[in-house]
């Protein structure tokens, strides 16, 4: 019997690593925010496997985040478009082309669980809803389901949440709200670092650690 989890393409969109986490250039350097990156993609990637996701797609970065992807079991392709909205969209048509709902998940949720993953699944009761996590600031969205054919555009960005509820109203598509801390607490600026390292002490070293001991 095919599960739901079979039926899902999980999608997370990266760039490469010297792009990476720009915002925070002025409190890490360069390779602490590779490291960063590299440790988030890790336990993103884990999270999804542990949801017994069959097929994760990694879309873009460069040569390590390409090499951490394979080493995990899933599939690295390289950009699908010309900026972040356009790549998922091509990837989730890409997806519906296998016959899959398409599942984004955003690379970098430090917190991430098979739980939280499970929980998106549930509330698209089998596909039937498109799914929506919040991210717990900024009105952004850190997590999409989009059913195998829906055309939901992604908007990702700056209050997205709010421009994918009123997208999937003009689809006449039902839309389900799957709010948890795992998907909510995503990583950008110095104020989140500051709180994810009070939640999780030597959070910073741990997932350096964590992705080079993977590789080994």
Do not use: C, Y
């Amino acid at each position: 019997m095919v599960t739901d989890a079979q039926n899902i393409i999980a999608i997370i969109p990266m760039k490469p690593l010297s792009q990476g986490k720009s915002r925070l250039s002025q409190d890490l350097t360069a390779e602490q925010r590779a490291d960063l990156v590299l440790g988030m993609l890790r336990r993103v990637i884990l999270a999804i496997n542990g949801a017994n996701v069959d097929t994760v797609w990694v879309v873009g970065g460069d040569e390590r985040v390409q090499e951490l992807a394979r080493s995990l079991g899933a599939m690295w392709l390289e950009e699908l478009g010309t900026d972040l909205n356009d790549t998922l969209k091509r990837a989730f048509d890409l997806a519906f082309e296998h016959g899959k709902s398409a599942l984004f998940v955003a690379g970098d949720l430090p917190f991430l669980k098979p739980a939280d993953i499970h929980s998106m699944m549930q509330a698209s009761r089998r596909q039937g809803n498109v799914t929506l996590g919040p991210a717990r600031r900024d009105g952004g969205t850190n997590s999409i389901l989009v059913p195998l054919g829906v055309p939901l555009e992604p908007e990702l960005g700056q209050a997205s949440f709010m421009k994918h509820l009123t997208q999937a109203a003009r689809l006449e598509t039902s839309v389900a709200i799957n709010s948890s801390q795992g998907i909510g607490f995503d990583l950008d600026v110095v104020d989140d670092l500051e709180t994810l390292q009070h939640m999780e002490p030597g959070l910073l070293d741990r997932l350096a650690e964590e992705w080079k001991s993977g590789l080994i």
